[in-house]
C-alpha cells in the first residue's frame, strides 16, 4: 500500500510539474524522503548532464506537510562539477508571520518551487552534482536537527 501510495504522488508531482508550468524543464528529479523525516546524515544527491551549453534556473522543490516544526528550512547545497565545489547555505519561509503555509495545497502537503541558481551558465561537457542537505536548527540547540519531520519530497528542477 506505501509503494502504492508513493507511486500516485509521484505521478501527480510529474503531471503537476508537465502540466501547470509555462516553461519546460530540462531536468526533473523527486526523491521521497524515507517516512516523512528528512535525516540530517541523508544527503540528496542530483546528477545532472547538460545537453547545451549555457544558462539554466535552478529549483529545489520541497513538499512538506503540517507536522513540519518550523517556519523556515535551512538548506546546505552543494554544486561540484568535478573541478571546484561551490557551497551555499540556504533560507527559505515555509509559512508566513500568521503561521499559514506557503505553496500550493495539494492533497495535504504543500509543495514548494524555491529558487536555489538563477541564470547559472553550465557546459554540456560537465556533469554537475548537487547535494543538498538539511540544516535547521531550533534556538535552543548548536547542532542541527537530526530529523525533520514533515519533508516528505526533496527535488532539483533545471529550466
Known amino acids: 500500500m506505501a509503494l502504492l501510495k508513493k507511486i500516485i504522488k509521484n505521478s501527480f ?9 509555462h516553461s519546460s524543464y530540462e531536468f526533473v528529479q523527486m526523491r521521497s524522503v524515507e517516512d516523512g ?6 544527503t540528496t544527491t542530483f546528477i545532472y ?4 551549453s549555457t544558462s539554466k534556473n535552478f529549483y529545489i522543490y ?3 506537510t503540517g507536522a513540519y516544526p ?3 528550512i535551512y538548506i546546505i547545497a552543494k554544486l561540484d562539477n568535478g573541478k571546484s565545489i561551490e557551497v551555499d547555505t540556504l533560507e527559505y519561509e515555509m509559512a508566513d508571520g500568521h503561521g499559514q503555509w506557503l505553496g500550493r495545497k495539494v492533497a495535504g502537503h504543500y509543495e514548494n518551487l524555491l529558487i536555489y541558481k538563477w541564470q547559472y551558465p553550465v557546459h554540456d561537457s560537465i556533469e554537475y552534482h548537487i547535494h543538498l542537505e538539511p540544516a535547521t536548527r ?5 547542532e542541527g536537527d537530526e530529523y525533520l519531520p514533515g519533508i516528505t519530497t526533496i527535488g532539483l528542477i533545471i529550466e
Do not use: G, H, M
Open 62 to 64: 520541497l513538499e512538506n
Open 49 to 52: 548532464k547538460p545537453s547545451q
Open 13 to 21: 508531482v510529474f503531471f503537476f510539474l508537465t502540466a501547470c508550468q
Open 70 to 72: 518550523y517556519s523556515n
Open 37 to 42: 523525516k528528512w535525516s540530517r546524515s541523508d
Open 138 to 142: 531550533s534556538i535552543k540547540n548548536t
